[in-house]
Nanobody, 122 residues
Framework: QVQLVETGGGLVQAGGSLRLSCAASGNLESINTMGWYRQAPHKERELVAIISRGDGTLYADSAKGRFSISRDNAKNTVYLQMNSLKPEDTAVYFC????????????????WGNGTLVTVSS
């Protein structure tokens, strides 16, 4: 069974930086799309950034110019570097893997981590 584990959340002052990591357990040969989403209190979960196997990226407007997503396929890990953090970035951040290959078989799965809390104080 594949599990995703996020690390790197915490409390930071406005203007500060954090780096989130998400690693997958299990023997995965490849992962199609990796991404980060977030959910603020009383709000819907929203896309932050995604990265494809070919390293193509897509960012929410709120993340452009401040956040950077990257991946290490050898480690089945995705990162989110967050700079110039604002209080409105406060949320639980979830990583997401879409489409995995294991044992030579492709599974059209949508995997989620349990989330890591990011709190930005003003």
């Amino acid at each position: 069974q594949v599990q995703l584990v996020e690390t790197g959340g915490g409390l930071v002052q406005a203007g500060g930086s954090l780096r989130l990591s998400c690693a997958a357990s299990g023997n995965l040969e490849s992962i199609n799309t990796m991404g980060w989403y977030r959910q603020a209190p009383h709000k819907e979960r929203e896309l932050v950034a995604i990265i494809s196997r070919g390293d193509g990226t897509l960012y929410a407007d709120s993340a452009k110019g401040r956040f950077s997503i990257s991946r290490d396929n050898a480690k089945n890990t995705v990162y989110l570097q967050m700079n110039s953090l604002k209080p409105e970035d406060t949320a639980v951040y979830f990583c997401n893997f879409k489409g995995v290959t294991t044992g030579g078989v492709y599974y059209d799965l949508d995997l989620w981590g349990n989330g890591t809390l990011v709190t930005v104080s003003s």
